[in-house]
């Protein structure tokens, strides 16, 4: 992280249990450790309720927590550019960089650019529901942002749901399913690969489809390059269903609504010291049952 001056937000989630402590222990301990490198202020933010604007003029983040939060923070700071450093508080830590324990340590590596950018895809969605006439924009870049992936799945109904899809704007066809993931290659080692999907490196510009407990349509696997532009149009004999962004349910949407999905104009950035396929061997790990090997290990 070399600059003239580090301004950096410490994010955390109220409900992660022990995140706002050490985040406020990150923001105490940074003028510090930065004061040998470069100028260092440092700011405890929550994330929940966090609007983006909040983080305009911060040259980097930190987040504590799990996953989740560090989706969550993923979504906030790749619009604006903003470097994330991950802290691990969680149970999977498939994003995170660092443990809490190792923190102290760690850190001042960090703050001396002792680093490299792992820069992640993005999604971007929008809708287009019957009788709107216009896509729904609910980002400033109009659409709906996901690290992971955009899942349309079924509602409170009991059958599948129907899903024409097109790539860009040319018929690929029709898949009756519980949902249908659109997956970015980080993304691939969440409820894509949970559902048979394929496990993509990070590097690799890609996009993955994967059908949920299909019933008809064409192959369950699909991988597609990642400026291609994925159409998703949904209809259901139930009075809904659903879209998920990063597992988070978004919209109840009518039967009929088109979901186009992109690669987002913006990539998260992670700041990282582990080598390139560090995930595949914390996946591996997770697999033949060893849930928690330390971040650093080599294996």
Known sequence: MNAATLAVAALYYPAKAGAAALAEHIAAELPRIGAATAPTTARVLSLHGLQPDALRGYTHAIVVGGDGSILGAARLCAPLGIPLLPVQLGQLGLLAEVEAQDLDTALPHYLRGECWRDARLMLTATLDAPGDGQPASVEEDGGIPALNEIV????????????????????????????????????????????????????????????VAPQSGPPQILVIPADETVELHVTTDAHDWVLLADGLVHSQLPSGTTVTVRRAPHDAIFLRRGDRYRLQRRLRDLLVGNPRPRLGASG
């Open 152 to 211: 349309a799945a079924r509602g409170v109904s009991s059958g599948p749901i129907c899903i024409d899809i097109a790539f860009g704007g040319r018929p690929y066809g029709t898949v009756w399913a519980d949902a249908l993931i659109v997956a970015t290659p980080t993304g691939s080692s969440a409820y894509t690969r949970s559902a048979g999907g394929p496990i993509i490196h990070p590097a690799v510009a890609s996009l993955s489809l994967t059908a």
